[in-house]
């Protein structure tokens, strides 16, 4: 079942900026380190790569998802993101060789995404702060109950990888 691209969407950084936007992917909520990639292609090479594991990715390139997935087009045998934050994230696509459309792929996945972010000042605003933590929820639309919920996860800072 698509979300309908009406479904309003919240996404809250650690340091109280507020974005709305809609959802795309499976609803519900998501929290995690943000960060970013500039990419102009291979989308779904970089959901499913090991180094953005347990992140939320803002994809910077504004149309994500017009060429569909593949199976064959992966990194690893999952997606490895929490959640995605797109400003023109696609279901429909054109390539004939595409299995599923990017909606699709991210409900089976599990991934939760907010659409209709303006991206690129989103990177600003990470590049000039820092990186941080944030939620993103389809489900949830009170900003006080999402923050309440995002102040809950533990801080990136001195995060061990190796002792995972």
């Not at 698509?2 to 974005?19: E, H, K, R």
């Not at 504004?62 to 023109?88: L, W």
């Not at 989103?122 to 489900?139: D, F, K, P, W, Y």
Request: proline share 2%.
């Amino acid at each position: 079942m698509s979300l309908s691209q009406t479904t309003p969407a919240i996404l809250i950084l650690a340091d109280g900026t507020v974005f709305n936007g809609t959802a795309f992917g499976k609803t519900g909520t998501a929290t995690g380190e943000i960060c970013f990639n500039t990419g102009m292609t291979g989308y779904q090479e970089v959901f499913t790569d090991p180094s953005y594991y347990g992140q939320v990715l803002i994809m910077n390139n504004v149309h994500i998802g017009n060429y569909g997935v593949k199976a064959a087009d992966v990194e690893s045998d999952s997606v490895k993101v929490k959640a995605v934050i797109g400003r023109n994230l696609e279901d429909k696509y054109s390539r004939f060789m595409a299995d599923a459309s990017l909606q699709d792929y991210f409900e089976a996945q599990g991934v939760v995404a907010i659409d209709g972010i303006d991206t690129r000042a989103l990177v600003a605003h990470i590049r000039t702060q820092g990186a941080m933590n944030c939620i993103i929820s389809s489900e949830i639309t009170d900003v006080a109950q999402l923050q309440k919920l995002l102040n809950e996860v533990p801080s990136m800072d001195g995060w061990n990888w190796h002792q995972q």
